[in-house]
């Protein structure tokens, strides 16, 4: 029996991380635990919030291992139970300065670049070998969860959620190494790909047992919040676009580093021309609807992307984009990416962004004129 708040301490586990929590049945109620720090991923302290009397259980909200925890004072017995998360190691390094963006931060777009290298250590642990193939996205819903300075040590962790016929949902986090919190979860249904000439190709035969060896189940942090994860209708062509009112925000062609080996543009340059164009949504023609406040920035907390059709050095893309939903703090954006020659859709975006106070790294309040401004550029109806 607790008498008061102690502590709780457990050796030998691994996949245990700064914010994970554990749960304990109290005869019909529970207490959450919060992990206080780990000392190599290996030991783990926690503070009990409330009584517990006689026999307790509990499970660990992590990738551990069954195994019985120590209670440093009181009696009973926390029991932690795996949640059968089999992620991998596909990804480690470090921010550089040359990946963050004006604010500070690494940009969305090395993100994802990060996430896709690690698809080939993900297809390496199911057997395929680069010469045989590689994996591309074609949808992907993304959650932004902490900032990445320059400098900062990250780990890319990975599983397989499902199978889908010849495509698989697979997730992707990016942790800081040194806390093990993490900064950015990554849900995505990928295909394989012929890595000459980028056409899709059929996973091969006898992988099941491999892909059930790599399962992995979805954090809630991982999930949607702002912006559903759902099929999407066919997005309009450029003519429909245009007669739509959003903002001509990109126009550019595609480069050879923006290819992959197989001479597609890459996921992450999707990405980042939507980047790229955001200032433009500033203005119409040669009037600015608002000045930029100082000391504010911006990010994205919530992306949607949607490949439609592959794209290869020397296509001209151009890129409309609306302001489909404005809340308290958080603005609501729509993408269309278009051939420039076609007028074919090749890609749609979602995104939920904010503004923030750069020196205090906080999220601020839309209001004044900043709101007017925003409240102009609503386009009702807007959405994939």
């Known amino acids: 029996m607790f008498g008061e708040p102690g502590d709780v301490e457990a050796s030998g586990f691994r996949g245990l991380h700064l914010g994970d929590g554990l749960v304990i049945d109290r005869r019909g109620g529970h207490a959450d635990i919060t992990i206080a720090h780990e000392v190599e991923n290996t030991h783990l302290r926690g503070a009990v919030p409330s009584l517990c009397f006689g026999a307790c259980s509990a499970e660990v909200l992590a990738g551990s291992s069954p195994a019985n925890l120590r209670l440093a004072a009181g009696q009973g017995v926390l029991r932690a139970v795996s949640r059968g998360d089999s992620m991998i190691v596909i990804g480690k390094g470090s921010v550089q300065s040359g990946e963050c963006d004006v604010m500070g931060h690494m940009n969305v777009r090395h993100y994802l670049a990060r996430a896709g290298d690690g698809l080939a250590w993900l297809g390496l642990a199911l057997g395929i070998t680069p010469d045989r193939g590689f994996f591309a996205p074609v949808d992907q819903h993304i959650r932004f969860l902490r900032e990445m300075a320059a400098g900062t040590a990250l780990t890319i962790m990975g599983g397989i959620v499902e199978r889908r016929g010849d495509r698989l949902r697979v997730y992707a986090e990016i942790r800081n190494s040194g806390t093990g919190a993490a900064s950015a979860a990554l849900v995505s ?17 006898g992988l099941d047992e491999k892909i059930a060896s790599l399962g992995t189940s979805l954090p809630d942090h991982a999930g949607p919040r702002g912006l559903p994860f ?37 996921p992450d340059v999707v990405i980042a021309r939507i980047w790229d164009g955001v200032p433009n949504l500033r203005f119409r023609g040669s009037e600015e609807l608002g000045a930029r406040e100082e000391g504010i920035g911006s990010a994205a907390l919530e992306y949607r992307l949607v490949y439609l059709q592959p794209m290869r050095m020397g296509d001209l893309l ?3 984009s609306g302001l489909r939903a404005l809340g308290e703090k958080t603005t609501t954006w729509t993408h269309l990416l278009h051939d420039g020659v076609t007028g074919a859709p090749v890609a749609v975006a979602e995104a939920v962004g904010i503004g923030f106070d750069l020196k205090a790294r906080k999220a601020v309040v839309i209001d004044g004129n900043r709101r007017r401004v925003l409240e102009a550029l609503l386009i009702p109806g807007l959405s994939l």
């Open 318 to 320: 151009i890129i409309h």
């Open 189 to 205: 249904d990928i295909e394989l790909r012929d890595p000459a000439s980028g056409a899709i190709l059929p996973l091969p035969a």
């Open 230 to 266: 759902d099929p999407i209708r066919m997005p309009p062509d450029l003519a429909a676009t245009k007669a739509m009112g959003l903002t001509e925000a990109h126009l550019g062609a595609i480069r050879a580093e923006d290819c992959d080996r197989a001479g597609l543009m890459r």
